[in-house]
């Protein structure tokens, strides 16, 4: 069985800017990490992997799918990208 867990990245150097980017991690056969982009589509990253490396300007948190389909909509929205899929 397949667990997506969402991020949120915050950057501590930029007081009051808030969630910088959402990202998500598949747990299937392989893990699958992906970053949400302004044209409204998931896209491949090693950001996760590299955090995890000790590369981390950004503080990551742990939220649920709920929060970040939240901020996707509210972002989404700003973008003019509401009538858009996300896949």
């Known amino acids: 069985m397949s667990r ?6 915050t950057n501590p150097l930029i007081p009051g800017k808030g969630v910088i980017s ?3 991690r598949r ?6 990490d992906e970053v ?3 044209d409204g589509r998931w896209h491949t990253t090693d950001y996760l992997r590299l955090y995890r ?7 990551l948190v742990e939220v649920s799918e709920a929060d970040a389909n939240t901020l996707i909509d509210t972002w989404t929205r700003a973008w003019g990208l509401v009538d858009r899929e996300r896949t």
């Open 22 to 24: 959402i990202f998500r």
């Open 53 to 59: 490396l000790g590369h981390d300007d950004d503080d």
């Open 4 to 9: 997506t867990t969402y991020y949120f990245a």
């Open 27 to 32: 747990n299937g056969t392989l893990p699958a």
């Open 36 to 38: 949400f982009s302004r």
